[in-house]
């Protein structure tokens, strides 16, 4: 069983940046797909960035297009969501996430992804 482990997370002020880490052990398949997921309260989890097994493609919701960037390390099993430019609406508890395979398709889609890290809290105040 794959186990995701999230840090980074914390308060931030609007504006400010925090990077998210996910580091991935246990039987980790030989190739995979990372996402990030968030869930804020009263709402339900969603997309928020993707990268596939080589890193080449990425996909971004539209709400953090150009503020947010998803990286990986294939050597060390992790990956990293940088969060720039932060603002209130970004405030949630923030999933990793990761899919078997080397495919690119649907990575957005939260149906896809077959192991779950345990979630780490953001806070950006205004």
């Known amino acids: 069983q794959v186990q995701l482990v999230e840090s980074g997370g914390g308060l931030v002020q609007a504006g400010g940046s925090l990077r998210l880490s996910c580091a991935a052990s246990r039987r980790t398949p030989s190739s995979y797909a990372v996402g990030w997921f968030r869930q804020a309260p009263g709402k339900e989890r969603e997309f928020v960035a993707a990268i596939s097994w080589t890193g080449t493609i990425t996909r971004y919701a539209n709400s953090v297009k150009g503020r947010f960037t998803i990286s990986r390390d294939n050597a060390k099993n992790t990956g990293n969501l940088q969060m720039n430019s932060l603002k209130p609406e970004d405030t949630a508890v923030y999933y990793c996430?990761?899919?078997?395979?080397?495919?690119?398709?649907?990575?957005?889609?939260?149906?896809?992804?077959?192991?779950w890290g345990q979630g780490t809290q953001v806070t950006v105040s205004s």
């Open positions: 996430a990761a899919r078997a395979g080397s495919s690119w398709l649907r990575m957005e889609d939260i149906d896809e992804y077959n192991y």
